[in-house]
């Protein structure tokens, strides 16, 4: 059933096999020993000239970028100023919506409606003094306005 050589017990089927001879591919050989003769040097006996280093670039090098440290807290503070602005924006992306539903909305106080033309909400009106708003309103009559009062002319006419 098996038969007893050198690496152990062989199969059967693998025992034709074991009698061919292993031949090793030249690919895997090792290639021969360099031999260096004993007079050569890879270095000179000298070797203070290959240490020359211009000390006068240094600074200039040195120089142009910061200590990580502080490269490590400007990027941080960049890093937030973005965060922050992208707070912001969402934040007013969402009041935005929410005026477009709703204008006038603000959700810390009364909801306050506000003019078409984008101007300052209806109840919001400046306190000012009755004599400074008495000149205001003659010295520059409001064209709505005298139309309000001719119609209210002629309706007192006809009663």
Not at 48 to 71: I, K, R, S
Not at 96 to 111: C, E, I, T, V, W
Not at 113 to 125: C, E, H, I, K, N
Not at 130 to 145: E, F, I, Y
Request: charge should be negative.
């Amino acid at each position: 059933m098996s038969a007893p050589t050198q690496i152990g017990p062989i199969p059967q089927q693998y025992a034709a096999a074991a009698t061919v001879p292993l031949v090793k591919s030249p690919a895997l050989w090792l290639p021969p020993r360099v031999e260096m003769p004993n007079d050569i040097h890879p270095l000179p006996e000298d070797i203070t000239a290959y240490f020359v280093y211009p000390f006068t670039l240094e600074q200039h090098v040195v120089g142009l970028t910061p200590p990580p440290h502080v490269a490590i807290a400007e990027q941080r503070a960049r890093n937030a100023a973005v965060l922050h602005a992208r707070e912001v924006e969402e934040e007013q992306r969402e009041r935005d919506a929410l005026h477009k539903l709703a204008p006038g909305y603000n959700p810390s106080s009364l909801l306050m409606p506000t003019a078409r033309g984008g101007a300052a909400p209806v109840g919001a009106a400046q306190p000012a003094s009755s004599g400074a708003a008495a000149a205001a309103s003659t010295a520059a009559p409001d064209p709505m306005d005298e139309l309000v009062a001719q119609l209210e002319e002629l309706e007192n006419h006809k009663s």
